[in-house]
């Protein structure tokens, strides 16, 4: 039996970097506890309304935050914040699949639009990696905005 799971990641700044995942992924924040989703809301506007409420000091309100798959099938990507940056090569990193079912020039063209519409929201572009049938279809490797490493593929 298969078990399910939420990718953590460490963060500086939980709250940005989960905005970027957020958009990457194609992902949402989820509402706070208690609090109905409203349709064209800010799930994010209404953590900082509900952390006031529940009386968590502001120094403390970026020290976490998720986003979730809309469609419930994606594991929960979870952001705790620490004190420490990034030192060395992340040891597990994400591929985000940008170009499914796509070969060749048309994937490659496909990935290359994904990385663009990345870094124009704070990623780095790292190196690409031509296919080399047939064990690699080709992909890209990016950096997010605090340095963590993960392939578009």
Known sequence: MSRSFQVTFDAHDPRALSIFW?????YTHPWPPGVDPVPGGDPLAAWDVF????????????SRSAIEDPDGDGPRVFFQQVPEGKTAKNRVHLDVRAA???QGDDRMTA????C????????TRLRRFEPEPPLSTGFIVMADPEGNEFCLD
């Open 22 to 26: 957020c958009e990457a992924l194609g």
């Open 51 to 62: 952390l006031a409420r529940v009386g968590v000091p502001e120094d403390q309100r970026n």
């Open 100 to 102: 499914p079912g796509l």
């Open 111 to 114: 990935l290359e639009g994904e």
């Open 116 to 123: 663009d519409r990345l870094v124009s929201l704070g990623a």
